[in-house]
């Protein structure tokens, strides 16, 4: 295993290195200039980033898992070009997390496209991510248990016509909800609840592209009101009878599971993670100097785990990366799970050491560090992590286990 995790990505294309260089500087240089400052107004308001997204498509950015031949940059699992994609996540993570989870979501509609969609579909969704700079989402959550006090119901039902379907109901932590205009759902055609009841729904799940200017697709702002991860305007989307066109279903029923795609988007949330903690760490190491501790033995301690814990994620994320592209991908899909579980177990334990040597003013406003704190530790219940260790744990001891969410 130890030789394993040492290893590059033996599919990068080496004519491509150069660029893939120059853009990633490209990327971090706009994140730390613009993006960083605009992350608090953003978390205050609690509004989509919309100005970085602008920004993002003026740089050719968007099209970013949009292969090349399509006018895209190529990078992602899809295209084994993967490391740059994690890479680039990390940059604007570390300028904003709440940026990086809005353009995950993008980055990994455009996978799932790329893998299921027709050539005709191709041509005229990757076209308008490149060329008119559309915003992409994958909403799944219809979560059956209401939070406290809540009367809003999730779940949607489908009904057959002639040439789609007419799609009632509402979906939860529905990312970028005021700043996309398409999303991918995923909905069970027999019965409510998305796609986590994974045994249910495996054989018959569909994605289904919907255009959310739709005016039978409204937004409940008021549902999302959360301590982190604020400016992922995750809100509640209410479906009222709206037509989806069959053109725009994207592969058959079953495709999501049969390929397996949750599990290329797992590592893909650990390099946000690494992103947020990376923030942390740079304004820990700029206070710890002006405030002239960096002689303390103990601070000296705490920024070397730091040190170490960022250096062992960015290996398993180059690990990982080099499966994919690779084609390992049974060991690739395990991977990320024993990527992700890491990751976010360090990257908690590294902004734990900045608050400690920085003390409590590290937690005071405009330092990045509360809104890191609030951000990570809320985006990592996305995925249970006892499942996740559970999961890792039934793979070793050779028992079935479900890679994408963790359960049986």
């Known amino acids: 295993m130890t030789d394993d995790l040492f290893r590059t990505a033996a599919s990068v294309r080496d004519a491509a290195i150069g660029d893939d260089r120059a853009v990633l500087a490209t990327a971090a ?32 950015f968007l099209g970013v898992t949009v292969p090349r031949e399509y006018g895209g940059l190529g990078y992602g699992p899809r295209q084994r070009h993967t490391l740059p ?36 579909q191709k041509r ?13 989402a994958a909403w799944s959550g219809e979560p059956q248990a209401p939070k406290p006090g809540e009367r809003l119901s999730f779940g949607t039902t ?17 990312t970028s909800a005021t700043g996309a205009q398409w999303a991918i759902l995923l909905v069970d055609p027999a019965t409510p609840g998305g796609a986590r009841r994974t045994r249910e729904v495996h054989g018959r799940l569909l994605l289904l592209a919907c255009d959310l200017s739709d005016p039978t697709v409204t937004v409940d702002a008021s549902w999302w009101d959360p301590v982190g991860m604020r400016a992922t305007v995750s809100h509640a989307v209410r479906f009222n009878d709206t037509f989806i066109p069959r053109e ?19 590592p893909h949330y650990a390099a946000s993670f690494l992103g947020g903690a990376l923030g942390a760490y740079e304004y820990g190491l700029a206070y710890l100097k002006r405030q002239g501790k960096s002689k303390d033995p103990y601070v000296q301690q705490r920024v070397g785990s730091i ?54 003013r590290s937690l005071v406003r405009p330092s990045p560090v509360e809104r890191i704190l609030r951000d990570l530790t809320f985006y990592q219940l996305h ?8 999961t890792i744990g039934r793979a070793e001891l050779g028992e079935p286990y479900d890679p994408s969410f963790h359960t049986l």
Not at 31 to 60: H, I, N, Q, S, T
Not at 158 to 174: N, Q, R, S, T, Y
Not at 248 to 266: D, K, L, N, R
């Open 29 to 60: 240089k706009l994140a730390a200039d613009r993006f960083a400052a605009r992350a608090e107004e953003y978390d205050r308001k609690a509004v989509f980033p919309a100005e970085d997204f602008d920004d993002l498509f003026a740089g050719g």
């Open 85 to 120: 994609l994690w890479e680039m996540t990390t940059a604007l993570a570390k300028a904003d997390l709440s940026l990086a989870r809005c353009w995950e979501g993008h980055a990994n509609a455009l996978v799932l496209i790329d893998a299921l969609a027709t050539p005709e």
């Open 158 to 174: 489908l009904v057959p016509v002639h040439d789609g379907w007419i799609l009632h109901g509402g979906k939860a932590f529905a």
């Open 124 to 136: 005229r969704w990757f076209a308008g991510v490149v060329e008119h700079g559309d915003k992409w």
């Open 248 to 266: 725009h279903v994207i592969g058959g029923p079953g495709g999501y599971f049969e390929g397996q795609w949750q599990t290329a988007f797992v």
């Open 383 to 390: 995925d249970v992590g006892d499942h996740v260790l559970a």
């Open 307 to 360: 040190a170490v814990n960022v250096q062992t994620a960015r290996l398993w994320l180059r690990h990982v990366a080099g499966l994919w592209d690779e084609g390992r991908l049974d060991e690739a899909r395990i991977a990320g799970d024993r990527a992700w579980h890491l990751i976010a177990r360090t990257t908690r334990e590294t902004v734990h050491h900045v608050i400690q040597v920085c003390g409590a």
